[in-house]
């Protein structure tokens, strides 16, 4: 039905192309690129059919541009990393070729990630024909597709929502990221901030904590109020909401490990001269701290993401939770990977198939609240994120 070029070749991209491998009637041919081929071919050597693979710097619009032109895929999925976004976008719309990925754009040089300088290709690609769809991962990505789901099916008006994304498995090391450490810390370090009754509340990092009772018996645990990208597009789709909040859990460890880590100024993205030579320090920690792709055959436990949901349906108040529970060692003995690649790389898969076979399709750049969620929500009952939903005492059902 097509073909997909995926640049980047990190925990989620393993995860997105061996999905993709194992649907060949939708991704007839694959092409993996990144910055470090070696990284690519080892992916492809795990995988159940061959596929091709490629050296691409994608911060630099021409390498990406003749990639393209070489490969000719209809669609590329963008898994590198957030700042790439808006180089990758530039060499699709001069090749005339759709676009997805799962993180918005991010500068370098600023921990301040919103989606205004993606949703400002809006005219652009509209104007070319091609379609961009951003944030196709968890969280942003199914979170949004669950919000509109619970829209379409259950509520006639979506008052307040909270996603709580919780990790509740273990790696068993002393401290370590389950995704990129860079653009995890960055996250995590940065202020919360929520929305509520039309603007956006900023809190200090990490200041807001409550205990929140995981279901199917995975426990109890801390979670924290963050700023998370899906705020800002569910703020601007979903009509007449009043509050919008993100938590997420992290362990006492973690915690203790962070804040001596940013007392120490380590997690500073801002240079510094160390022996006439510039650094960054989070990158330096980067560099020093596991691979999240090595947590894969240690991590045990379960995650469990999703969005509670309060509103009102044929006029009585509503209050629902809808989540999806993933085992880290079930990802592992599928796909050689952890359930937190493994949770943000199939719906990646899951967003590039709907694009491909025309499911889901526009001109322009759109975020997941756009597009009718039911075969979305299908989709992650077959490619291993099955979710429940939980209508709660208490509330008209
Ligand atoms: P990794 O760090 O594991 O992988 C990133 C990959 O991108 C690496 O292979 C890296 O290459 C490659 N890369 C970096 N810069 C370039 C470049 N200039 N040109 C080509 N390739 C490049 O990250 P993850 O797999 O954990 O995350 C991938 C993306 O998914 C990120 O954008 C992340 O923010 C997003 N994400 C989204 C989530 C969601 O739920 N929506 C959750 C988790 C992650 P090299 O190895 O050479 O450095």
């Given at each position: 039905?097509?073909?997909?070029l995926?640049?980047?070749?990190g925990?989620?991209s393993?995860?997105?192309?061996?999905k993709?491998?194992?649907l060949?009637e939708?991704?007839?041919e694959?092409?993996?690129?990144s910055?470090t081929?070696?990284?690519?071919?080892?992916i492809?050597?795990?995988?159940?059919?061959?596929?091709r693979?490629?050296?691409?710097?994608?911060?630099?619009?021409?390498?990406?541009?003749a990639?393209?032109?070489?490969?000719?895929?209809?669609?590329?999925?963008?898994l590198?990393l957030p700042?790439?976004d808006l180089s990758i976008?530039?060499?699709?719309?001069a090749?005339?070729?759709?676009?997805l990925?799962?993180a918005?754009y991010e500068?370098p040089d600023?921990?301040?990630?919103?989606y205004?300088?993606?949703?400002?290709y809006?005219?652009r690609?509209?104007?070319?024909g091609?379609?961009?769809?951003?944030?196709?991962?968890?969280?942003?990505?199914v979170?949004?597709v669950?919000t509109?789901?619970?829209l379409?099916?259950h509520?006639d008006?979506?008052h307040?929502?909270?996603i709580?994304?919780?990790n509740?498995?273990?790696?068993?090391m002393?401290?370590?990221?389950?995704?990129?450490?860079?653009?995890?810390i960055?996250e995590v370090t940065a202020k919360?901030r929520?929305w509520?009754?039309?603007?956006?509340?900023?809190?200090?990092?990490?200041?807001v904590?409550?205990?929140?009772?995981l279901?199917?018996?995975?426990?109890?645990?801390n979670?924290?109020?963050m700023?998370h990208?899906?705020?800002?597009?569910?703020?601007?789709?979903?009509p007449?909401?009043k509050?919008?909040?993100?938590?997420?859990?992290f362990?006492?460890?973690?915690?203790?490990h962070l804040?001596?880590?940013?007392?120490?100024?380590?997690?500073?993205?801002?240079?510094v001269?160390?022996?006439?030579?510039?650094?960054?320090?989070?990158?330096?920690?980067?560099?020093?701290?596991?691979?999240?792709?090595?947590l894969?055959?240690l991590?045990?436990?379960h995650t469990?993401?999703?969005?509670?949901v309060?509103g009102?349906k044929?006029?009585?108040p509503r209050k629902?939770y809808i989540?999806?529970i993933?085992d880290?060692?079930?990802?592992?003995a599928e796909?050689?990977?952890?359930?937190?690649?493994?949770?943000?790389?199939v719906?990646a898969?899951i967003?590039?198939?709907?694009?491909?076979?025309?499911?889901?399709?526009?001109?322009?750049v759109f975020?997941m609240?756009?597009?009718?969620p039911?075969p979305?929500m299908?989709?992650?009952n077959?490619f291993?994120?099955?979710?429940?939903?939980?209508?709660m005492?208490?509330f008209d059902k």
């Amino acid at each position: 039905m097509g073909k997909v070029l995926i640049i980047g070749a990190g925990g989620v991209s393993q995860v997105t192309t061996w999905k993709c491998a194992m649907l060949p009637e939708v991704f007839e041919e694959i092409c993996l690129a990144s910055r470090t081929k070696a990284k690519c071919d080892k992916i492809a050597q795990m995988l159940p059919r061959p596929i091709r693979t490629a050296q691409v710097d994608a911060d630099n619009v021409e390498e990406t541009v003749a990639l393209i032109k070489d490969f000719q895929p209809d669609l590329v999925v963008n898994l590198a990393l957030p700042y790439q976004d808006l180089s990758i976008m530039d060499a699709c719309l001069a090749t005339g070729v759709d676009y997805l990925d799962t993180a918005n754009y991010e500068p370098p040089d600023t921990a301040k990630f919103e989606y205004s300088w993606q949703w400002a290709y809006h005219d652009r690609f509209k104007d070319k024909g091609i379609m961009a769809l951003l944030g196709s991962g968890f969280d942003p990505g199914v979170t949004s597709v669950m919000t509109m789901h619970a829209l379409k099916h259950h509520f006639d008006e979506i008052h307040n929502l909270d996603i709580i994304d919780c990790n509740a498995g273990s790696h068993g090391m002393p401290f370590a990221t389950n995704f990129n450490p860079e653009i995890n810390i960055r996250e995590v370090t940065a202020k919360g901030r929520y929305w509520e009754n039309g603007q956006w509340i900023e809190t200090e990092p990490l200041s807001v904590k409550r205990e929140f009772e995981l279901p199917e018996n995975l426990g109890t645990m801390n979670i924290y109020l963050m700023y998370h990208e899906e705020l800002e597009s569910l703020a601007k789709f979903v009509p007449g909401l009043k509050r919008a909040r993100f938590w997420m859990s992290f362990s006492d460890n973690y915690l203790k490990h962070l804040e001596v880590l940013q007392n120490v100024g380590m997690t500073g993205i801002e240079p510094v001269n160390f022996n006439g030579q510039e650094i960054i320090p989070l990158q330096f920690l980067k560099a020093l701290l596991p691979d999240p792709a090595s947590l894969g055959p240690l991590t045990k436990g379960h995650t469990c993401i999703g969005v509670m949901v309060e509103g009102i349906k044929d006029g009585k108040p509503r209050k629902y939770y809808i989540y999806n529970i993933c085992d880290h060692q079930a990802c592992y003995a599928e796909v050689k990977s952890q359930a937190i690649s493994y949770t943000t790389g199939v719906p990646a898969m899951i967003g590039a198939k709907l694009m491909l076979t025309g499911a889901w399709r526009g001109q322009g750049v759109f975020n997941m609240e756009e597009f009718d969620p039911d075969p979305f929500m299908a989709d992650l009952n077959q490619f291993g994120l099955p979710w429940k939903e939980v209508f709660m005492e208490g509330f008209d059902k």
